[in-house]
């Protein structure tokens, strides 16, 4: 059974920083996407950062500069560095991992695997 568990949230003044991690576990491909979600209470659930095995990022416009992803292949762990951040940052940060576009497996959903999240607030 794939397993993600992740760790780092809690509450931290506006622009101060956290450091996510998740640890990938059970029968994962070597070369999956992985990446952090977050969904704000009342509001949809949205992609924050991404990064795939050989390490190219993406990320969302709003977090952009403040934001960074990396991964430890070796650990099939991923981390996100957050800095500045802002009220506007508070969300459940879920922990994610997937195919690559280019796998016959993408478009499966069962495929796409999740944390079970950790609050981040940021208070003003």
């Known amino acids: 059974q794939v397993q993600l568990v992740e760790s780092g949230g809690g509450l931290v003044q506006a622009g101060g920083s956290l450091r996510l991690s998740c640890a990938a576990s059970g029968n994962i491909f070597s070369g999956n996407v992985m990446g952090w979600y977050r969904q704000a209470a009342g509001k949809q659930r949205e992609l924050v950062a991404t990064?795939?095995?050989?390490?190219?990022?993406n990320y969302a416009d709003s977090v952009t500069g403040r934001f960074t992803i990396s991964r430890d292949n070796a650990k099939n762990t991923v981390y996100l560095q957050m800095n500045s951040l802002k009220p506007e940052d508070t969300a459940v940060y879920y922990c994610?991992?997937?195919?690559?576009?280019?796998?016959?497996?993408?478009?499966?959903?069962?495929?796409?695997?999740w944390g079970q999240g950790t609050q981040v607030t940021v208070s003003s």
């Open positions: 990064i795939t095995s050989g390490g190219t990022t």
């Open positions: 994610n991992t997937h195919p690559p576009p280019s796998s016959v497996f993408y478009n499966t959903n069962s495929n796409w695997y």
